[in-house]
């Protein structure tokens, strides 16, 4: 049996990296705690799911730390909160994932972008992440 291609839309991994994307956006757009939204799920999260949520709402200020650094003249405050989202978690998973390559973290992040988002808001967030990734993963280099 093949493991499905992690960047075909259908697949497990983009599945649970949609779910993750809208539980940081509905937390963001309810000012809700990302724990008290993740108890409040009917059904229980995928475990990378669960990682993706909470350890991109735990690393948060880094994150937009890093995210400001490299956006020079566009705050974060002033991104769309979809954006942010999908920047957010994309940044965790550059940082924090490292068994999954770059190209398909940014890649995904695009995807999402263009399906829930804009195609500017696409290449915004492809320049960024490919920043973010030379920071996160300077021996990778793109």
Known sequence: MSTPDPLVAGSPRRQVRERA???LYEAE???MEMAELVAAQ???LDPYAHTLVTGTAHHQAEIDARLEE??????????PALDRAILRMASFELSHST?????V?????VELAHEYS???SAGFINGLLSQVALAAR???GQ
């Open 118 to 120: 804009t195609p500017a």
């Open 138 to 140: 300077p021996s990778e």
């Open 99 to 103: 068994d999954i390559s770059v190209a």
């Open 29 to 31: 757009v309810k000012g």
């Open 21 to 23: 994307l809208g539980l």
């Open 42 to 44: 009917e059904l229980p």
């Open 105 to 109: 973290i940014i890649n995904e992040a």
């Open 70 to 79: 490299f956006s020079a003249r566009w705050p974060v405050a002033r991104m």
